[in-house]
Structures are given as C-alpha cells and as structure tokens.
C-alpha cells in the first residue's frame, strides 16, 4: 500500500467541505495543503484562516507544502492552523537546520521539498534531522503540470543516501501523478504520493485515491 496525500488545489474552492468529506471517506492517508506567496512561485492560493476551516473538518493530518520565502516566519501559524506535517523548501531557506529543529518543537514534523533542478546531494547534512523529503515532479506553483521524469534516478539516489546514512525519513513525491507516474514512482521507492488533478477531475474521486493507494 502506497500512502496518497491528495492536494486540495485541485478541489473545487467553492464547496471544500464536500472535498474533505470525499477524502476523509476515502484510501487517503493525509491532505496535501499547498501553500503559495506569489514570490517563491508565481502563484498564490490558499492562506492560514482557510487552513484552519479545512483542519476544523477534516479527520486526516494536513501534509502543509510551503512554497514561500522565509518558511521559518509562518511556524507557529501553520501549527495552529492544524499542520501535522510542514514541508519547507530547501531553496527558500537560508538556515535550514534551525528551520527544521524549530518545526519540531512547534511539535510538527519537518520534511524538507527539493525543486526538480536541486540535486540529492544538498540533503548530506540535514537528512539525519528530519521526518520527510518531499521531492518535486514539477516546477511548484500549479496543478495539472506535466511530470519531469528526471526525479525517478533522483528517487534512486536519495534511496542510496538514505542506505549510506542510516537514516529513513518518508519519501514523498509531488507534481504530475497518475497511475503511470505513480507505478514508476512506488518502483522507484516513493512511499507516499501527492496528486492534485488526477484525483479531483476524477469521474470518482474516491476511486483514484483507492487506486493510486493499491500501486
Ligand atoms: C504544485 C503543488 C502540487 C500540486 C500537484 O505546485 O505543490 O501539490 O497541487 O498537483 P498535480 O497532482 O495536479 O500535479
Ligand atoms: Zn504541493
């Protein structure tokens, strides 16, 4: 069994209790919250009081994927807006270490998210210190994107890093899942998936998150 955090930007914004409801019934294992600040991607979605609703009704942890400059400013507000888990990008923190100790004793866990051009490498000395690495398939700040096939050897890669250290942080990855990219993926050695669009323009959204689930 492969765990699916499926992404809320895919869902329809006007009616979200339907969508958590939907996911809440479903194989899901938790709910992928992407957050966006219009300068780290060109995009902006959804901020902390729409977190909080979403967090109020839903009966799964909330996977919150930060895609925002300065990630460590927001700590206290993504644990009170219901986060159980908060993924910070590499690439937008300058100092990750104390990033990742501080979301831990905000009493989340810290998974740091690597764009698809930052290689494996710029995780030697930060993996033994975290509970996830979300590794991107996309360039973030959309859903529907095309997945970039290159994070699958990169897939290989941190599996090695993860043997030659010891350590076992939870492999997720984000950006472009279907079921082709998800059984290419779980090969690979993704532990957990995030899909946006392929769930929610689903005829039957709960059947995809069943099936990506069985991959
Ligand atoms: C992209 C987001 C993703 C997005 C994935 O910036 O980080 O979580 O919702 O969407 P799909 O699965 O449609 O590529
Ligand atoms: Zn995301």
Do not use: W
Not at 88 to 107: M, N, S, W
């Amino acid at each position: 069994m492969t765990k699916i955090s499926p992404s809320l930007l895919s869902a329809d914004f006007g009616n979200l209790y339907k969508a958590i409801d939907m996911l809440n019934s479903s194989a899901a294992s938790m709910i992928h919250i992407d957050i966006m600040d219009g300068v780290f991607v060109p995009n902006i979605s959804l901020g902390f009081p729409v977190m909080k609703a979403v967090s109020k009704r839903a009966k799964l942890p909330l996977d919150v994927h930060m895609m925002i400059v300065n990630p460590h400013n927001y700590i206290n507000q993504v644990r009170d807006a219901g986060g159980a888990i908060m993924n910070v990008h590499i690439e937008a923190c300058t100092h990750l270490h104390r990033t990742v100790q501080a979301i831990k004793a905000a009493g989340m866990k810290a998974g740091v998210t690597l764009n698809p051009a930052t290689p494996i490498v710029m995780l030697e000395d930060i993996i033994g210190d975290i509970d996830l690495v979300l590794l991107m398939s996309v360039n973030p700040g959309y859903g529907g994107q095309q997945f970039i096939p290159s994070v699958l050897p990169k897939l290989t890669r941190l599996r090695e890093l993860c043997a030659s250290t010891g350590y076992h942080p939870m492999i997720e990855i984000d950006g472009g899942v279907n079921l082709l990219t998800g059984q290419e993926l779980v090969k690979a050695g993704a532990e957990v998936l995030v899909a946006g669009n392929y769930v929610f323009s689903a005829p039957d959204p709960r059947e995809a998150i069943a099936s990506l689930a069985a991959l």
